[in-house]
Every structure is written in structure tokens, then in C-alpha cells.
């Protein structure tokens, strides 16, 4: 028997062909609206990473609410996707629809700051445990201002990340350990500079190569997500972080803590749940409820220094901030979003949901008796194609299966539940109902029963 990750392939395949008919004759609007795409859009969709859903046509959004996605023909699916974080804490809440009406009657854009900056840059200041704040519009600007700030602050040129890290576009982290020597990601496009010249990477959870690697006292910062999300979800041993910071602060580097994924956490993220003390850190994507925004933070010793950096330089562009950046608006929605929908309780409901989650990921896993293994931070959920979980980005991007992944997908979409194209990430919101996890599991139990090799 053709068995992958202790599922029947053979009959996966043949289940799948059945799917794509079941999904492509419910869904003519979707489909009509694909064909009227491919005329204007390049690749048939507004952004060419829509493509990579399982579906073999566009899956058209008509509407978001709570926790739940309806699409143009009608069906309406319990959203575990969340925008891959975006909707982290469901679509359109009630107080942020509301201030969004009332705020946007009020102007967006005027280059001038408003009382909501000093709020919000006094909350997260509480609940970070950094002093000084800034804005971008994404968590890719931002960790790009970041870096550019880490070396202005440093008068250093190299940063370093983990291997299958992913931090947004930012060109200088697109570099991978191949055979043990860095090279530039060969999916990214247009990029014609020697990236490896500037960036470092190492094995997550590999203290010995970090110490190596910052020992020549060049690179300006380290930048990390706590815990790996973007590769499969990867955790820090223990005392991975303790370790690494000391030799951060040995070699004179900065620890700039990505968490745009990790705020799954808590209401102060990763670094705060678990006593990280990061110099920079970044925020995103759900921060003002999905609309373009993010934020970052500097240590109260940074900031002086990075103060002290756009001083000393001579006046002009710095390369740092958009016309748009920390608009009126959006500055509005993420004070919203902190005081009203961010909050310990949605926190609570959010990790119930999840573990309720990963417990019946747990009792699947055990029952089909599969190689696999089930992986939270906080509402943020994944099981991958390992029998232990991973230790660092080799091993988790090995046990992936985009194969397997998109049937897997597909089987659940076509049962009204959707999860991130991206490997197997589940996220549970304020909104996600106890049913909606059970409706998952049990769709995924449907497939399982037909494909799984026991
Ligand atoms: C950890 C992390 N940082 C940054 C980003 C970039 O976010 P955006 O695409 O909103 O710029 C992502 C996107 O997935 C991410 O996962």
C-alpha cells in the first residue's frame, strides 16, 4: 500500500478528484467570478499568493463575521484561517465595527498625530514592556524599519535569523542554510543583490551556532520569532531563550523578537507570557483589527540610541516611515482594538477554544494511530506530518506535505471549514463556538476513516 505519513495515498488521490468535482458544482459565482478574473488580474487574483489555496478556482469572500467566512454562492464556513492572523480576533467585533464608522466620518490621513498615538503607544508600552513605540503599515515594513534602526543604532551591517524563518518581505531574512552555508531563498523574485553577503542564519534551538555565528561582533540583531510559526510551528527548548539572550547581549547584538504570529500568546505576546526580554520587538497584522497596521518597539536605552542615530545623521529621507504610516484612523482601531477586543477574557476564550482543539487533534492522531503530532502557542494551533515535533526549521519544513496538505484542505473546506493554505495552522478567536471545533475534528475524522492506513 502507497502509504505517506500513514495515509492511504492511492486513495487520498482518488478522494481528492472526487472533492474538486464536489467544491467546482456548488460554487458557480466563484467559479464565474475566476474566469472573469483571469481578463485583468495577473494570475486570476487581486495578490498571486491567493493561488495557493487547495481550491481549483478562486474561492470568492462575500462577507467575514465572527468567526465565520461566507463566500459568494452562499456557504458559509467556521473560519480557522482568521486571514493567517489577520482576523486573529475574529471579523469585524462589534466595538471595532462600530468605532470604524464613527472614526472614518472623522478624516484618515492628515500627517499630524492624534491623542489615540499617546494611548496606544502608553498601552503597549504596559503591556510589552518596551518604552518607546512606532508604526508601519505591516509587519513586513516594520520589521524592515527595525533592522534598518538596528543597524543605524549599532554601526553594524549583518543581521541574523533562523533557518525557514519567515518575517513578511523583508529581502534581507530571505536567506536558508543549505548544506550548512547560506543561500538566498530561490523563490524570491527580482532580487539581484548577494543577500548572504549581509545576513547570517542558523538552526533554531542550536545555542553553539548562534555563539558562533555572532562571535566577530558584526551583526547588528538578531531577528526571531519566539517560537517558528511560519515553517510549521517549531518551539524553543528550554532554556533556548535564556541562553540566547545572554549571548546576544554578550556579542553585543540586539534581539528583535517578531510577534505578528506569537501575540497568539497573550495579550503581551510571546516574550511577555514567558519572561523574554527582547530590545525591538514587532506587532501586526491583527493589531488594528485587519486593517493595514502595525507597530514597534524600542527598550528605553534604545531609544535614546535610536534618537540619538536620526540626530547624527545629516537631515533628508531616512528610509524609514510611509505617507500612510500611523494615519488618524488607523491609530483610532488599534486603540480599539487594545482597550475592547484584545483583552485577558477573549484571551481565555481564545485558549479554550484552541486546546479544546489540539486535545481532539490529540484523540485523531491516537486513534488513526498516525506518525504526527499536534503543536499550540496559545490560540494558535498546528498539527504536522512528525511524530515528534520539530526542533528546528530543517526538520519541520521536511516533514511537510503540500500534497497531503492541500486534500486534507480541500476535504474540510468542502465541509465548511477553513483552515491556512499555508501547512496546517488552526486559530481559534473570541468568536469560535465549542461546535465549530467539534464540526472541524469531525470532518477531519471523515477523512481520516477513508484514508488513513491504521
Ligand atoms: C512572523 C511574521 N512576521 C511578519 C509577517 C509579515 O506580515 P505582513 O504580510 O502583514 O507584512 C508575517 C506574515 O505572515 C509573519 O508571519
Redesign the pocket.
Known amino acids: 500500500m502507497p502509504s505517506r505519513h500513514g495515509i492511504d495515498i492511492s486513495k487520498a488521490q482518488a478522494l481528492h478528484q472526487l472533492e474538486l468535482r464536489r467544491f467546482a458544482e456548488s460554487r458557480p459565482r466563484s467559479r464565474e467570478l475566476s474566469r472573469s478574473a483571469e481578463r485583468h488580474l495577473l494570475f486570476g487574483v487581486p495578490l498571486h499568493w491567493m493561488e495557493d489555496w487547495s481550491t481549483p478556482f478562486s474561492l470568492y469572500l462575500q462577507a467575514a463575521s465572527g468567526a465565520e467566512v461566507r463566500d459568494a454562492d452562499g456557504h458559509v464556513y467556521h473560519d480557522f484561517c482568521l486571514g493567517?492572523?489577520?482576523a486573529m480576533f475574529g471579523h469585524a467585533p462589534d466595538p471595532w465595527r462600530q468605532a470604524l464608522a464613527r472614526e472614518a466620518a472623522d478624516g484618515v490621513s492628515a500627517m499630524l498625530p492624534t491623542a489615540d498615538a499617546v494611548w496606544v503607544a502608553e498601552e503597549l508600552s504596559r503591556r510589552f514592556g518596551l518604552s518607546h513605540w512606532q508604526f508601519a503599515l505591516?509587519?513586513?515594513?516594520?520589521?524592515r524599519f527595525a533592522i534598518r534602526w538596528a543597524r543605524a543604532m549599532t554601526g553594524r551591517d549583518k543581521v541574523l535569523v533562523f533557518n525557514g524563518?519567515?518575517?513578511?518581505?523583508?529581502d534581507d531574512v530571505f536567506v536558508d542554510l543549505v548544506d550548512g552555508a547560506p543561500r538566498r531563498r530561490d523563490s524570491l523574485l527580482g532580487q539581484v543583490y548577494d543577500l548572504t553577503r549581509h545576513t547570517r542564519v542558523v538552526e533554531f534551538n542550536d545555542l553553539p551556532s548562534l555563539e558562533a555565528a555572532l562571535a566577530d561582533g558584526e551583526v547588528a540583531c538578531v531577528l526571531a520569532?519566539p517560537a517558528m510559526?511560519?515553517i510549521g510551528m517549531v518551539l524553543p527548548q528550554a532554556g533556548f531563550w535564556a541562553g540566547a539572550q545572554d549571548i546576544i547581549r554578550r556579542h553585543g547584538s540586539l534581539l528583535l523578537l517578531?510577534?505578528?504570529?506569537?501575540i497568539s500568546s497573550g495579550p503581551g505576546g510571546y516574550s511577555q507570557a514567558y519572561g523574554l526580554r527582547p530590545d525591538m520587538l514587532?506587532l501586526?497584522?491583527p493589531l488594528a483589527g485587519g486593517l493595514?497596521a502595525?507597530a514597534y518597539g524600542f527598550s528605553a536605552e534604545l531609544a535614546a540610541r535610536a534618537q540619538q542615530a536620526k540626530r547624527a545623521a545629516p537631515p533628508g529621507h531616512s528610509g524609514i516611515g510611509t505617507t500612510l504610516t500611523a494615519n488618524r484612523l488607523t491609530l483610532a482601531m488599534i486603540r480599539v482594538m487594545l482597550e475592547q477586543v484584545m483583552t485577558d477574557a477573549a484571551y481565555q476564550h481564545m485558549f479554550l477554544m484552541s486546546q479544546q482543539l489540539a486535545d481532539g487533534l490529540q484523540t485523531l492522531i491516537q486513534r488513526y494511530r498516525l506518525p504526527w503530532c499536534v503543536t499550540r502557542i496559545g490560540a494558535r494551533c498546528e498539527f504536522q506530518f512528525c511524530a515528534r515535533p520539530p526542533q528546528n526549521g530543517s526538520q519541520a519544513g521536511a516533514s511537510q506535505d503540500a500534497e497531503l496538505e492541500g486534500y486534507i484542505h480541500l476535504y474540510l473546506l468542502n465541509r465548511g471549514a477553513l483552515i491556512t493554505p499555508f501547512h496546517n495552522m488552526l486559530l481559534t478567536c473570541p468568536a469560535t463556538r465549542a461546535e465549530q471545533v467539534e464540526a472541524l475534528l469531525a470532518a477531519l475524522d471523515g477523512w481520516l476513516e477513508q484514508v488513513a492506513c491504521r
Open positions: 493567517d492572523t489577520g505591516s509587519a513586513s515594513d516594520a520589521n524563518c519567515y518575517h513578511g518581505t523583508v520569532e510559526t511560519n517578531d510577534e505578528t504570529h506569537t514587532v501586526g497584522k493595514p502595525a
